[in-house]
T-cell receptor, first 115, second 115 residues
Framework: AQTVTQSQPEMSVQEAETVTLSCTYD???????LFWYKQPPSRQMILVIR??????QNATENRFSVNFQKAAKSFSLKISDSQLGDTAMYFC????????????FGTGTRLQVFP | DADVTQTPRNRITKTGKRIMLECSQT?????MYWYRQDPGLGLRLIYY???????NKGEISDGYSVSRQAQAKFSLSLESAIPNQTALYFC??????????????FGPGTRLTVL
């Protein structure tokens, strides 16, 4: 079975600090993409960052970066210089290529940024 | 203007009623998806469509049907709503290139309550 595990249901961080959200996944496939989506209280699902599994270099988008460890099937998200607007649910997901294109989601981590 | 819109944003209905949720996109993407989100869970795929004539069931299609009226429109119907279909419903779109689905972009969601 293909699964995504986010072992931290809730996390908190002070504004301007750095926080890392964990994600592990399980698949026997070799071609896939990994994603982090953010869901603020507005409930919109917003793409944060994407990583192609064939790329060794970790993806970075401004204050957001990932630590992708393919052998360990680990895909953590690091948020630097946390801002109040980063308060949201964060979902890790992956998609097997050349398949049903289904996004498989974890159960999410609720991040609270404090002033 | 938003690239992916969903109507209605909120809906309360009664058991046994037929409900239609609509999704429209201006991104020009071929691929469209319907997901369901329950509290404490990630999103799960209900149906997906790679083009107007290609519609496929996802992992939780029972009790739902869909219609792809045009490239830009994808509707989800609950033929006879039941209380356990109370959830947040998301539409998503993606651009398939060379048979590979790219990143999925989500609409704002429809909160459906079945009494």
């Amino acid at each position: 079975a293909q699964t995504v595990t986010q072992s931290q249901p809730e996390m908190s961080v002070q504004e301007a600090e750095t926080v890392t959200l964990s994600c592990t996944y399980d698949t026997s496939e070799s071609n896939y993409y990994l994603f982090w989506y953010k869901q603020p209280p507005s409930r919109q699902m917003i793409l944060v960052i994407r990583q192609e599994a064939y790329k060794q270099q970790n993806a970075t988008e401004n204050r957001f970066s990932v630590n992708f460890q393919k052998a360990a099937k680990s895909f953590s998200l690091k948020i630097s210089d946390s801002q109040l607007g980063d308060t949201a649910m964060y979902f890790c997901a992956f998609m097997i290529l050349f398949n049903t294109d289904k996004l498989i989601f974890g159960t999410g981590t609720r991040l609270q940024v404090f002033p | 203007d938003a690239d992916v819109t969903q109507t209605p944003r909120n809906r309360i209905t009664k058991t046994g009623k037929r409900i239609m949720l609509e999704c429209s996109q201006t991104k020009g993407h071929d691929r469209m998806y319907w997901y369901r989100q329950d509290p404490g869970l990630g999103l799960r795929l209900i149906y997906y469509s790679f083009d107007v004539k290609d519609i496929n069931k996802g992992e939780i299609s029972d009790g739902y049907s869909v219609s792809r009226q045009a490239q830009a429109k994808f509707s989800l119907s609950l033929e006879s709503a039941i209380p356990n279909q109370t959830a947040l419903y998301f539409c998503a779109t993606s651009e398939g290139q060379g048979g590979v689905t790219d990143t999925q972009y989500f609409g704002p969601g429809t909160r459906l309550t079945v009494l």
